[in-house]
Structure formats: structure tokens, C-alpha cells
């Protein structure tokens, strides 16, 4: 055994705490060596060991899993079956604290490890989304951010022949220090094609594949991804954001769908955060937990190095993008080298499967690491953290918006309209989406600005899916257990407005450090919250990702949890878009509408008012919006639908008019509050064109099964008409909606 | 009898799966052919599709005309074989020297994908027989080096030869040189285009089906046999 027994100093500036560090030398009954103190400071820094977020992440595991599911949480990613023996898989991830350092190599490589953990399950990749969180869009940090993050996932997922198809941007001054970056990846496979990450089989080899390995992103998920920012911090740790070149991760991809088609490999894991320390371990504690003789050794003189000079610890914490290990019966290894060849992907020997039960790993002949595997893996601490609610929340909830000046007359209603669809919350995002291909593969049915992104599966049958994302910090600063419900609730408007019936969620939990009790209770109220409405719509959540220690010194970020929700089509044909095509559809509105501004983009923007409570979720009648939009949509009912959120009706009707070149006259009942009609933020509601000849027939329907749907008007000519108050031309719309972007980050065009 | 059309698959190639569900839609086959290769397999054309060949770390196509596929298709080309270079592959048909002109970055420094109107202006290429001269056509472009410049003198020789095959309209996305979209040699069988028409093939999946009439003239038999 070589290494010097590591002091426990050293171990605080990996990010262990000194609990810890005794944990560690009682698993081992010795003290660790520097290669296997940095193993265990990165397997059980937060990020990989989900320590503070594990106790409250069970909630989910508690939710029926369907009969769809195939693999659940735990994973690299959730599988769904979607019929004709095809299986989806697909989860969302954070890369916000790289992000911050270094923007487009943050975002970039964001995109990347989600794609990898995709690529794992046995998948080919076939759709991103991408929800973007900035400081105020005016700040000048966000001229440094944002551009950055757009241009890296640009660059990266462009290059990699992937669509983007949806997300969000959303700007927050409580994003300012912590922007937000979560990626979302969705693949599909043959049902037969679902790979395992158990290194299985006593003398299978074990490859690494792709790119070599470097001193790039060391301590990415310790160092930066589970420690505070301090003011100004950011920049010294860039040289823990990892570096990503999209056309290794490629021909990785396409060698990898080569290697499961011919049933090349036993088991598969890509390199994530913790790079080979987390692949080597989770690969060698699943074969063990899969119940056979495990164990693994590997020599790292074998591991392709781009600096010969590269101590161990820093090999098996590098976190060098575009690599991936998988486990190789001998006779099948040249026929996988031969693949890779071709591919021109490098593929190294590196160790065998052995039965020792441990993980055994040798530099220079020597013995460096000899451990447990499930001590790494499995073993690592669990925190129960304390939690409080927050001291401010009871003023801040008190702070009722009702109480701020609203605009009455039609020209102030009018000019409020306009300031709102230009603030940089619900302008055009033009600017952003028109930087990713959202074409390449041939099966983008729907994408951005539309509520959900649809993708084609199968071209015979029109089988395919639908996937949105959101979430909204500002209703979940006020109150966490409804704002997570909310997130959850619009997500699965969005994917049923299109047609598409939800089947699973994946979630992105953004907040604050764990070891603020504040915090932490918004955690615990986010997921139970979710947890609850997700049991109550019949949704299993596939996997997810945990994001602690987004805050500058003792400020967090309002609490963000980001819900994706999956979709399914048996035949896209039937999709519903967002614009008003038809002159003379009438126009419905589904759901009711309250005054209800707590966390309104209303308050916000015209009055920088964030108080009160956020809108009431009511989920059976989610459930039931979602069932008549889709029943809409596949009786061939509707020539448009749009979900209704951030900016109310207002917003909807003005995206929708724009979208499909088509103005709309509005007529609210004579005793109705225009003000509220036009911008409360009430759940529960779309907005829906439908021709004459249908309209009874879903008036009808909407009837019979008790939702609210009243007609408000029709679509008509080239201004959005509200009648008694005021009209505004289509191109008057659009160059306030569209021009707020370019104004900020520069023309994208000649 | 089916026109056999190949599409060439670099390390990088993106849209070559696409180009070869447009050929189908279009009533043609197409064959697979790998870059490393020299064999064409006896196609009726060859389509180079869009994509960053090798990574184009050097310059887009840059590294992609040195491959042993490429200078068989240039042995071809220049023997009459049609030739559709989407994107990546009209920066490849540019490096080779199959098409005068260049690409470079967009005006702007982003990549750019949007809906792109085009006035189709040369419409007796092997690719392009199907369009009305004059047609005007929703496209999609989306690139981040597709600023055609070439010089005066050259540009001067193609407007007078009329071999501007397509034209921006409604906003230069790139700013290329005379709204220039694409090009084609003096005999009309090399054609290269920025634009992907295999994205404009059905309305489900792209802004219309502009694009499907550029899979089918080779089909038809008009320039080839």
C-alpha cells in the first residue's frame, strides 16, 4: 500500500467533514491513502452521495410506479415502455455551478454528461431541453452568463446531431451568483437494447472508451458543485469545469449503439461527475449487489493519459468528459475494438472482473486503493438535516399584492400589456432558441416556442412523445409545497395541450445550501409536495438530480424546482400547436380564473413585487383539463391550444396570435374585471381555438365532465381586439415582444 | 426502375439519416457509403450531408475533401455523377474545388437555425428541375459558418453564368455575399446548398415539404443514363 496517511486537513480541503473522515477509516480499518481519501471525498461529497436530500428523495420512491416503468430511480436514467416494443428513457440534470465559472464549457459539457447518462441506458439520444435560469436580464454579470451558456449548449448539442426542442429561460436577480443550468436528455431503444451498469462475469475485461484522460475537473462535484460560492469565488475554481469536445462524444455515441446492438458489452456506465472513481465503483458494487462473484481490478498505467505526469488521485477524479466503461466478455473484445476502430474512438484495456468483492486498483505496480466498493457507493453518510421555516416567510406571505395600483382604463390596461409581453420574462426567445438546431434527425414534430417539444418515434405508426419542463421560484419562495405542485402541474398542462397524455416525470431540485435550516425546509416541503401531487395525477417520478449550495454567501436562490414531464402520442399526426391559423375559430377558455397575483409576472413587472401566496393548485382539475385536452385533440377538435402560466391570459392570447399570424377579438362578460381576466395567474386554465363546426360538441363534452369552459371570443383579423379596452396590432405586438433580447445580447443576425 | 442516391457518412456526419429518409420519401434509395471507403457501389448520385465532419476543428470541410470517399466522388463528379453538397457538404464540395467560393463564419458569430425563405433562381441542375424559376420557398437553415464569399471577378462569372442556384430572401441569415444560399458548377450536376432541404420534406417534421422536389430530379432519369 503506497501514499502517505492522509491528514485530516487534507481531507476538509477535499470537502470531507471530520465525521467523516472517521467513517472512512473505520470502513477500511486503516487510514485511507490519498488515492482512496479522494475517492471517498468525491463519492460522498453531496453530489454524488445526495447525503442531505436522500431522507426526503424516498417520497418518490413511495409513488405506484405504473406498469410502464422498466427502471426506476437510481439509475443513470428512468425507462419507460411506450409499445411496439420500444422503451424511452430520460432525466433532467444540473450543471449550474460550472456554469457560472466558465459558461460555455459549463453549459457544454451540461449537455453532455446527460446525454452520456442516456447513451448508458441503452438509448440513442433524440431530444434536449434546456431550462435556463440568469440574474435581471439588464445585469451586466448576465451579458457575461448568459451568452456564454446559450452559445455552449449551442455548440455542444448542435455538433452532437441532437434537437433542441424546448426549456425555459428565466431571469431572477436571486439567479445573479447561481445561474441555473439543467439539461434534460431523452433517448429511445428497443425494449431489448436496456443496458445494466453491473460489472458481472469473474475475468470479463473492463474498457474504457473515448476520450483520454486529464487534469480537467478535479473536484467538480466537491469542490464546486457542493460548496457555497463565496462573493467573487467563481472564477479561481474554473480549472474544476470540465472541458468538452462534442465530436469525441459523437462517434463515442454512435460506437456505443454499434457495441449494444451486436451485444458486445455486459454492462455499460458513462464517466459523469467523479469521473472513472464513480464508474469503477458503481460498476463493481451493482455486480456485487446483482448477487454474483464481484469485484474488480484495475491498473491505472493502463488508463490513456493526456499528461504522463498525473498522480493517481487525480486520474480516478479527473472528470474529462466523453468517456465511457464497459464491461467486455474476452472473446468479444476485438470485435468491440474493431467497432471502436472504425469509429475512431479509443478503447483501452484497463482491468478485469475479478471475485475478490473488492475494488482493487495499482499504479506503478503498487497497490493504491483497496476497497469495499459499496462503502463508496453505497455507505455514505445520511443526513437528517435540521429544518426551519424561514423567519421572513410569514411577512412575506402577508405582503398580498392586492394592494397594488392596477392599471383600469383600456389605455393603461393596454400599455401594461405591452411592458409585459417586452420584460425579459415573457418576451420572445428568439434570440436563445434560434442558436440550436431544432431539426436534425428528422422527427421534430413540435419545438420552442410551442408549450411541449414533440418527437417522432415510429414514421409507420406516428408513435412518438412529448416532453416540457418548468418551474417557477418565485411561487415557491412563497410557498414551497404549492410552488413544486405548480412546477408539476403546468408541466403537465404543456405536454397535454399538444395531445399528449402524461406518463412520467423527472425533476431537477435547485436550492440554496443544505446546512441552512431555511433551506432545507423548503426542500422538505418541495418534495413532499411534489411527491404528493405526482402519487395524485398517477405520475412515477423516473429519476431526477438534486442541486444544493446555489447561493453567494448566505443568500440563496428562491428554491427552483424544475419538472420535466413525459408525454405519449399514439400518433403525432394529431399534435396540437399553440397558434391561431383559423379565422373565425371561437376561442374558449378552460378552467377559472381568480385574482390571484402572489408571484405574478404582473406584480413583478410592474410593481418588482414578489409577496403573498402563489395561485391555489387544485390537481383533479389539472387531471381533468389535461383528459379534455387530449380527448380534443384526438377527436379532432381543436386548431390550437395554449396553456396558461406566467403573464395569464394575456400572454397566451398575444403568443398564440403571434405564432400563427392571426389576431383575435377578446369579449369578457360586462361585469368581469378585465385587469384580472387579462393577467391573474390562476392554474388549472388553457386557452383553446376551436371551429364553429365543433364547438358544441366540446362545450358539451367540458360539460357533461364539470370543467369550466366559456367562450371569450373568436380569432379575427390582425390586432388582438379586448373589446371595451383596448386593440393592438399584430406588428405592434411583435416588435415589443420580439425585440427585448437582441436590445440586451446583440443582433444574432446581419 | 429506383434511382440508387449515396449518402456519405464522415465521423461527425449529423444529417445523413435525414438525407436518406428525404431520398426515400422521393421514391429513390439510398445507400449508405463510409468516408474511409473508395467504392461509390454504383449510385446514380451522391448527396453530402450536413454535419461537422471530423469535428471540423481546422475549418468546416477542411479535413473532410482529404478522405478517400470525397476523392472518389470528385473522380465522379467531374465525370458527370450528380452531386448535392447540404451544409457540411457544400463547404466540403467548396474545399474541393468541385464549386468555387468559400464559407465562413455567419456575419452575426452565431449559429443560426431558422425557417429561411429562398427564391430559387437556377432551376436546370440535376437537383433542381422540379422548382418553378423564381419559386419562392421555405427552407431551413441552421449553421454557424455559411457566409458564401468568393471573389468579385468570380461573382461576377457565376451571376453571369447563371449559376446562383438559390437566393435569401426576407433577411440574409448569414450574410453571404449577394444573399447567395447556393451554388452549382457550369454543367449543373454539383450543387451546393446551405439550406437543408431534407428538413423541408413533410409538414409534421419541417416548416412545409419546399424541400422534397430536390430528391426527386435525379430520380427521374433527366440528367443521368
Given at each position: 500500500m503506497t501514499g502517505v496517511p492522509t491528514a485530516v486537513s487534507t481531507s476538509q480541503a477535499l470537502g470531507l467533514t471530520d465525521e467523516e473522515y472517521t467513517r472512512i477509516v473505520s470502513a477500511l480499518g486503516r487510514p485511507p491513502s490519498d488515492a482512496e481519501l479522494a475517492m471517498y471525498a468525491v463519492m460522498w461529497s453531496e453530489h454524488c452521495s445526495y447525503k442531505s436530500s436522500k431522507v426526503h428523495l424516498r417520497r418518490f420512491r413511495d409513488i405506484p410506479a405504473g406498469d410502464r416503468m422498466l427502471v426506476g430511480m437510481g439509475e443513470n436514467a428512468g425507462v419507460v415502455a411506450v409499445g411496439e416494443g420500444l422503451a424511452v428513457t430520460f432525466k433532467i440534470e444540473s450543471h449550474n455551478h460550472p456554469s457560472f465559472v466558465e459558461p460555455y464549457q459549463g453549459a457544454a459539457t451540461g449537455v453532455g454528461g446527460i446525454v452520456r447518462d442516456i447513451l448508458t441506458m441503452g438509448a440513442r439520444p433524440v431530444a434536449v431541453l434546456d431550462s435556463l435560469r440568469f440574474g435581471d436580464a439588464d445585469a451586466p454579470d448576465t451579458a457575461r452568463v448568459l451568452p456564454g451558456v446559450v452559445a455552449g449548449i449551442g455548440g455542444y448539442g448542435n455538433c452532437l446531431g441532437l434537437p433542441t426542442i424546448g426549456g425555459e429561460v428565466v431571469f431572477d436577480p436571486s439567479y445573479l451568483g447561481n445561474p441555473l443550468v439543467n439539461a434534460l436528455c431523452v433517448g429511445v431503444m428497443p425494449v431489448g437494447r436496456i443496458q445494466t451498469s453491473a460489472a458481472a462475469g469473474v475475468g470479463n475485461a473492463v474498457v474504457l472508451l473515448g476520450a483520454k484522460t486529464g487534469r480537467d475537473g478535479i473536484g467538480g462535484v466537491s469542490v464546486l458543485a457542493s460548496a457555497t460560492f463565496d462573493e467573487?469565488?467563481?472564477?479561481?475554481?474554473?480549472?474544476?469545469v470540465q472541458v468538452g469536445d462534442p465530436f469525441t462524444e459523437k462517434i463515442l455515441i454512435e460506437s456505443c449503439l454499434e457495441l449494444f446492438d451486436r451485444g458486445l458489452v455486459v454492462a455499460i456506465q458513462d464517466l459523469g461527475g467523479a469521473g472513472l472513481t464513480c464508474a469503477l465503483t458503481e460498476t463493481t458494487a451493482a455486480g456485487l449487489a446483482a448477487g454474483g462473484p464481484g469485484g474488480m481490478a484495475v491498473d491505472l498505467d493502463l488508463v490513456p493519459l493526456r499528461e504522463a505526469s498525473m498522480a493517481p488521485h487525480e486520474i480516478l477524479a479527473s472528470e474529462s468528459q466523453e468517456r465511457m466503461l464497459a464491461i467486455v466478455a474476452p472473446d468479444s473484445l476485438a470485435e468491440v475494438l474493431t467497432v471502436t476502430e472504425r469509429w475512431g474512438v479509443l478503447a483501452t484495456r484497463i482491468g478485469s472482473v475479478t471475485d475478490s468483492g473488492r475494488l482493487v486498483i495499482r499504479w506503478h505496480g503498487e497497490v493504491v486503493v483497496d476497497v469495499p466498493p459499496g462503502s463508496l457507493a453505497d455507505d455514505g453518510p445520511v443526513y437528517n438535516r435540521p429544518i426551519r421555516r424561514p423567519a421572513d416567510l410569514d411577512a412575506l406571505r402577508a405582503d398580498d399584492p392586492a394592494v397594488l395600483p392596477r392599471p383600469i382604463s383600456g389605455d393603461d390596461l393596454r400599455s401594461t400589456l405591452l411592458a409585459m409581453i417586452a420584460s425579459s420574462n415573457l418576451c420572445s426567445k428568439t434570440w436563445v432558441t434560434d442558436q440550436y438546431d431544432r431539426y436534425v434527425q428528422a422527427n421534430t414534430v413540435l419545438a420552442q416556442p410551442e408549450d411541449a417539444g414533440v418527437v417522432r418515434l415510429s414514421e409507420e405508426t406516428g408513435l412518438g412523445i412529448a416532453l416540457a419542463t418548468d418551474g417557477n421560484g418565485r411561487y415557491a419562495r412563497l410557498d414551497p409545497f404549492t410552488g413544486a405542485q405548480l412546477a408539476l402541474a403546468e408541466a403537465c398542462r404543456n405536454v397535454a395541450a399538444t395531445g399528449a397524455v402524461p406518463i412520467a416525470v423527472t425533476n431537477c431540485l435547485n436550492f440554496g445550501s443544505p446546512e441552512d435550516p431555511e433551506v432545507m425546509w423548503q426542500f422538505a416541503e418541495a418534495t413532499r409536495g411534489l411527491a404528493e401531487a405526482c402519487r395524485h395525477l398517477g405520475l412515477p417520478v423516473t429519476g431526477g438530480n438534486v442541486s444544493f449550495y446555489n447561493q453567494t454567501g448566505s443568500m440563496p436562490i428562491n428554491p427552483t424546482p424544475v419538472v420535466g414531464v413525459l408525454g405519449l402520442f399514439d400518433d403525432v399526426a394529431r399534435r396540437v400547436a399553440i397558434g391561431f391559423t383559423d379565422e373565425g375559430d371561437s376561442l374558449l377558455l378552460l378552467g377559472e380564473t381568480h385574482p390571484e397575483f402572489g408571484g405574478s409576472e404582473w406584480a413583478w413587472v410592474s410593481h418588482r413585487h414578489l409577496g403573498g401566496q402563489p395561485p391555489a393548485v387544485d390537481l383533479a382539475v389539472e387531471k381533468l383539463l389535461a383528459e379534455i385536452l387530449v380527448a380534443g385533440s384526438r377527436d379532432g377538435m381543436l386548431t390550437a391550444a395554449h396553456d396558461l402560466s406566467d403573464g395569464g391570459l394575456a400572454s397566451a392570447l398575444v403568443e398564440s396570435c403571434l405564432r400563427g399570424g392571426r389576431g383575435a377579438r377578446i369579449v369578457f362578460p360586462r361585469a368581469a374585471d378585465v385587469f384580472t381576466e387579462l393577467f391573474s395567474e390562476s392554474a388549472g386554465r388553457a386557452v383553446v381555438a376551436v371551429p364553429r363546426s365543433e364547438e358544441l360538441r366540446f362545450t358539451d363534452m367540458c360539460a357533461a365532465r364539470g370543467l369550466p369552459c366559456r367562450r371569450i371570443g373568436v380569432v379575427d383579423g390582425d390586432t388582438l381586439d379586448v373589446q371595451d379596452a383596448f386593440a393592438i396590432s399584430l406588428d405592434d405586438l411583435q416588435r415589443a415582444h420580439s425585440a427585448t433580447l437582441p436590445a440586451l445580447f446583440g443582433a444574432a443576425g446581419p | 426502375m429506383t434511382r440508387r442516391i449515396g449518402v456519405v457518412t464522415f465521423p461527425?456526419?449529423?444529417d445523413d439519416r435525414d438525407a436518406a429518409h428525404a431520398i426515400q420519401l422521393g421514391g429513390g434509395e439510398a445507400v449508405a457509403l463510409w468516408h474511409g471507403d473508395t467504392e461509390l457501389s454504383g449510385v446514380d448520385a451522391v448527396v453530402l450531408p450536413g454535419g461537422f465532419s471530423y469535428g471540423d476543428y481546422l475549418r468546416a470541410g477542411a479535413i473532410a475533401r482529404f478522405s478517400p470517399m470525397v476523392g472518389a466522388v470528385v473522380d465522379a463528379a467531374r465525370d458527370g455523377l450528380p452531386v448535392l453538397g447540404i451544409c457540411n457538404g457544400f463547404q466540403v464540395l467548396c474545399e474541393a474545388g468541385l464549386l468555387p467560393g468559400a464559407l465562413s463564419r455567419n456575419v452575426g458569430l452565431h449559429f443560426v437555425c431558422r425557417d429561411q425563405r429562398l427564391r430559387m433562381e437556377n432551376t436546370s441542375t440535376a437537383w433542381t428541375s422540379e422548382y418553378t424559376p423564381g419559386a419562392d420557398v421555405i427552407i431551413p437553415v441552421k449553421h454557424g459558418e455559411g457566409r458564401y464569399i468568393v471573389s468579385p471577378a468570380t461573382l461576377a462569372q457565376l451571376e453571369y453564368d447563371g449559376l446562383v442556384v438559390a437566393r435569401y430572401l426576407g433577411g440574409n441569415p448569414n450574410g453571404s455575399v449577394a444573399d447567395i444560399a447556393g451554388v452549382c458548377n457550369a454543367g449543373g450536376t454539383v450543387v451546393g446548398l446551405m439550406p437543408h432541404p431534407e428538413h423541408a420534406v413533410e409538414p409534421l417534421t419541417g416548416p412545409g415539404s419546399d424541400g422534397l422536389a430536390m430528391f426527386r430530379p435525379v430520380l427521374s432519369g433527366v440528367f443521368t443514363d
Open positions: 467573487g469565488g467563481g472564477p479561481a475554481r474554473r480549472p474544476s | 461527425g456526419s449529423l
